[in-house]
């Protein structure tokens, strides 16, 4: 499974941004997908995940309330929804797959990483 993300560009603080992450090839169904970023000289972090039936979904306290995560099976594509974006949001935006969606979304759990997806905020 090789994951590929879209959808980063440069935004205004308060706006809002959709990240798409699909397959290369295969489907994304048997799996949780993760969200992750990573600003310059911060460690990775988790943002949010979903489980392969949507049924389980996790966020990072800091983005709760503000983005959520989403898939679409007949797209075989998973979303993240960002909205009232803030420039400590600025960061790559990597997506990658589990076997579980937890809470403390560890980024040693995930594998298939995608490249990421550059997200600017800024005025």
């Known amino acids: 499974l090789q994951l590929v993300e879209s959808g980063g560009r440069w935004v205004q603080p308060g706006g809002s941004l959709r990240l798409s992450c699909s397959p290369s090839e295969g489907s994304l169904d048997p799996y949780v997908v993760g969200w992750f970023r990573q600003a310059p000289g911060k460690e990775r972090e988790g943002v949010a995940c979903?489980?392969?039936?949507?049924?389980?979904?996790h966020y990072a306290e800091a983005v709760k309330g503000r983005f959520t995560v989403s898939s679409d099976d007949a797209k075989n594509t998973a979303y993240l929804d960002m909205d009232s974006l803030k420039p400590e949001d600025t960061a790559v935006y990597h997506c990658a797959a589990a076997g579980v969606c937890e809470r403390t979304m560890t980024p040693r759990s995930f594998y298939s990483w995608g490249q990421g997806t550059q997200v600017a905020v800024s005025s």
């Open positions: 979903i489980s392969s039936s949507g049924g389980t979904v």
